[in-house]
């Protein structure tokens, strides 16, 4: 869930093409699936529950301006974790963005539902998204945004080779506050 009580600072991350992926396995009774109609529902409750919307509505209208018109892509991107009972409980997409006119592989809306945080979900998430990434596209440059708020993220992020980077990669309307956003998480690090 993302940690509100920090200051909220956008920074990008990159992995270069061949950078290590993790290996970490699903605990024993969950399983992954891909989107199928009708998903997106569960998509804008996971989203939502980790508060990056206020309202599963806002969630639902985000996923369907920009990803309904592609169903195809969302069927073979747009991943989750199920648990035993075949809830849909975790989320991650390995999307693309056109940025200056090249179109990039971009890990997004990531997001495990906090009653299943710290089981090791995350990590197995983000690892099989980035090896789904590299399947179909190749040994790329990839990228994300994350935030401060997502401080815990972030090391799950460098141990799939993503890396805080300084770059000046433009998404929506947030800048890249590198400088800003490493010093707020250089003192999260020696508080622990």
Known sequence: MLDKRLPYVGLY???????????HPLPDGY???????????????IETSVLEFDAEF???LHFRSKFLS??????????????????????????????????????????????YQGLGLGKALISKVTQLMTDLE?????????QTWSYKAI???KANGYH??????????RSNN???????????????
């Open 138 to 146: 190749g040994e790329v440059d990839f990228y994300l945004h994350t």
């Open 70 to 115: 592609y169903p195809n892509e969302l069927s073979r991107r747009c991943l989750f974790i199920e648990d035993r009972s075949g809830e849909k409980i975790a989320t991650a997409t390995a999307w693309w963005l056109y940025i200056n006119g090249e179109r990039r592989p971009w890990l997004h809306w990531v997001a495990v539902t906090p009653h």
């Open 164 to 173: 805080p980077t300084d770059e000046k990669v433009l998404y929506r309307d």
């Open 178 to 192: 590198y400088k800003k956003a490493l010093k707020i998480l250089e003192k999260l690090d020696e508080r622990d």
């Open 13 to 23: 991350m990159h992995r270069p093409p061949l950078a290590p992926i993790a290996r």
């Open 31 to 45: 399983s992954y699936s891909f989107y199928t109609q009708g998903c997106e529902l569960d998509w804008a409750k």
């Open 155 to 157: 090391s799950i992020y």
């Open 58 to 60: 806002a969630a639902l």
